[in-house]
């Protein structure tokens, strides 16, 4: 779904900044400033950038310089330049409901979302009938999950200006189908939780439906209980991130986003990183015997000799080593193997064995001898 903003046309806007103007003449400002809006309504951005920056230049107080070059730098993806025009004209001219309104585009394509609201919604007090500023205000209300805000500013855009109701109308018919899409998503993954209370991805899908409609707290408490159920879950620590920084908790979103990045670290930025992946299980047919399953991250495509060794420790202490033998590369997702004997001489007891790589080892599995 494509969203609709819109800048309004710089012509029109224009009249109303009311202005000094500079005597009309060959090399003033207003020359250069109206040859650039005649290059800006044939395309040529280039070039009308230039004739209101030379308009600046021959007169830096002029604030509709600044605003026109302010409207047309987003077309040359330079938002931060169009902002920074904007402010230097509001700051020469600061009840301007135009300039407010185009800032607040920059701010909204920069995903600033209260930036633009803020800028929004100043363009409407000083001109509660500027239509265009209402359209552009319910789409920065509806990229934060204010959907029944959005609708209403939609509503207000096609009652004042007829003009823009094509554009208001799309607008307002995409956000009631994304009104919609969203119960329906909520209503899913909640049958889907109903179901399996242990679902992770239920709950996430439901936080980020919520998400969708501004409903924080919602959408924290079920990226919360994803997390509770998988704590190694880095959706669900990214998710409640977003939520949290939505609703204004800068700290606690950088904890989570800082968790979030340390989960979806890629594994291979860990050498190796070796696991028992099930448990060391007896053989029927030979008590003595183990079979082992390692795991390493790590994929090395040189031809190199592994070799592993299994260490059994009780209390503490290592009471047998017992070499696995060789493994030749390369070694990707894992290397399994079945050694006989490996019990052998032990007493009766508990113990805890681990395998052995260079200067890695696996996780402990607990092993029981008995008679």
């Avoid at 951005?45 to 600044?66: Q, V």
């Avoid at 190796?272 to 390493?296: A, Q």
Wanted: aromatic share 8%.
């Amino acid at each position: 779904m494509k969203t609709k903003l819109h800048l309004g046309i710089v012509l029109c806007l224009l009249s109303a900044l009311a202005l000094p103007r500079i005597a009309v003449g060959q090399q003033t400002a207003e020359y250069f400033l109206k040859r650039g809006l005649s290059k800006q309504a044939s395309s040529d951005i280039d070039g009308a950038i230039a004739d209101f920056s030379k308009a600046i230049e021959l007169d830096p107080t002029y604030a509709a310089a600044y605003y026109v070059r302010g409207v047309v730098k987003p077309f040359k993806h330079d938002l931060d330049g169009a902002i920074a025009d904007c402010t230097k004209a509001l700051e020469l001219n600061p009840d301007n409901a135009p300039t407010y309104n185009a800032r607040g585009f920059a701010k909204n394509s920069k995903n600033d979302w209260d930036g633009a609201l803020a800028d929004f919604n100043k363009a409407i007090e000083l001109d509660p009938k500027f239509a265009i500023a209402y359209n552009n205000r319910g789409t920065a209300k509806r990229m934060i999950g204010d959907l029944d805000g959005a609708l209403a500013d939609f509503t207000t855009t096609i009652e004042l200006d007829p003009q823009a109701a094509s554009m208001a109308t799309k607008n307002l018919e995409d956000t009631k189908q994304m009104q919609s899409d969203v119960e329906d998503a909520i209503a899913t993954a909640t049958k889907a939780i109903n179901l399996n209370p242990k679902d992770v991805d239920a709950y996430n899908d439901r936080g980020e439906a919520k998400m969708r409609k501004g409903d924080w707290d919602g959408a924290i408490a079920d990226f919360t209980t994803a997390i509770e159920l998988d704590p190694k879950s880095d959706e669900a620590y990214e998710n409640r991130g977003k939520a949290k920084q939505a609703k204004g908790d800068q700290a606690g979103a950088k904890r989570d986003l800082a968790k979030a990045a340390r989960l979806r670290q890629p594994l291979s930025e860990e050498p190796y990183r070796l696991e028992i992946k099930n448990k060391i299980s007896l053989s029927n047919k030979n008590p003595d015997k183990v079979s082992l399953w390692f795991h390493c991250t790590k994929w090395d495509t040189a031809k190199e000799n592994y070799k592993w060794a299994l260490l059994i420790s009780q209390n503490g202490k290592v009471v047998k080593t017992s070499p696995i033998g060789i493994c030749d590369g390369p070694l990707n997702t894992g290397f399994s193997g079945g050694l006989d004997n490996v019990f052998s001489g032990l007493p009766v007891g508990n113990y805890v064995v681990i395998a052995k790589f260079k200067e890695l080892q696996t996780n402990p599995v607990s092993v029981t001898v008995a008679k």
